[in-house]
Nanobody, 114 residues
Framework: VQLQASGGGLVQPGGSLRLSCVAS????????MGWYRQTPGKQRELVAD???????NYGDSVKGRFTISRDNAKNTVYLQMNSLKPEDTAVYYC?????????WGQGTLVTVSS
């Protein structure tokens, strides 16, 4: 399974970005998909995940600002990021769980800076 993440870039504080993660395999009934992020010197942090049934879960630092969603027809998971802060700067990685195994995308860099 291959996951292709995109949508990162440079944005000013308070701005918005939408990340996309396209899977090479159907996401209709998988174990779950989501996003983590990582910055140098810090542990990887859960951003958000979404179950096959559509139940969502968010990291405390992004609650109320980020929204995860999925389009099964397009094998794609999205992460809408609003009210971005400099501390959201990180490489964002998407993942998916097929047959109990985690697959990871290559990461997309989000930089929040004025």
């Amino acid at each position: 399974v291959q996951l292709q993440a995109s949508g990162g870039g440079l944005v000013q504080p308070g701005g918005s970005l939408r990340l996309s993660c396209v899977a090479s395999r159907s996401i209709f009934n998988i174990g779950g998909m989501g996003w983590y992020r990582q910055t140098p010197g810090k542990q990887r942090e859960l951003v958000a995940d979404i179950s096959s049934g559509g139940r969502t879960n968010y990291g405390d630092s992004v609650k109320g600002r980020f929204t995860i969603s999925r389009d099964n027809a397009k094998n794609t998971v999205y992460l809408q990021m609003n009210s971005l802060k400099p501390e959201d700067t990180a490489v964002y990685y998407c993942y998916g769980v097929w047959d109990g195994y985690h697959y990871w995308g290559q990461g997309t860099l989000v930089t929040v800076s004025s």
